[in-house]
């Protein structure tokens, strides 16, 4: 399948990747096939953002991270009722994204372990699930990734 993307131009998207999100995302809820793009020229130090592009609005790309790289003891709760909806999720084809915010200071970014995305990667269904822990929404990585940079 081909993506027309406002960050990315024109890319192509093998149809077996694409990441099918029957409900939509918070606030998007009508955007349901996303695409997981890397961004291949930058370094490879584990620490790179990775982007979450709609299938169906070219503009809407959302920055997304592994959340262990900057919280290694994250381990979220989930209901049975919404992992069940995404077939047989282990921790081998379980595959757990956080949204990550960049704002004008970038001392102040952060990501959300709130509402991380989880996608089977067997069969490529995710959802956006609100964690039954009291996680925060914005949880300030600027200084881990420094100090991981500087390792």
Wanted: overall charge negative; cysteine-free.
């Amino acid at each position: 399948m081909q993506a027309d993307t406002r960050l990315f131009g024109k890319i192509d998207i093998e149809d077996e990747k694409i990441i099918k999100m029957d409900q939509g995302i918070v606030g998007f809820p009508d955007l349901k096939h996303f695409a997981l793009i890397h961004d291949i020229e930058g370094d490879d130090d584990g620490s790179s953002i990775s982007w979450l592009q709609s299938m169906e609005e070219p503009a809407f790309a959302m920055p997304v991270m592994d959340p262990l790289l900057v919280k290694p003891d994250y381990n979220p709760m989930f209901s049975d009722e919404y992992l069940s909806a995404l077939g047989d999720v282990s921790a081998e084809n379980g595959l757990i994204l956080v949204t990550v915010t960049v704002p004008t200071d970038l001392k102040e970014m952060s990501v959300n372990l709130r509402a991380p995305f989880v996608i089977n990667t067997d069969n490529m269904q995710a959802a956006q699930i609100i964690v039954e822990d009291d996680l925060p929404v914005r949880f300030k990585i600027y200084d881990i990734l420094n100090e991981k940079a500087g390792e």
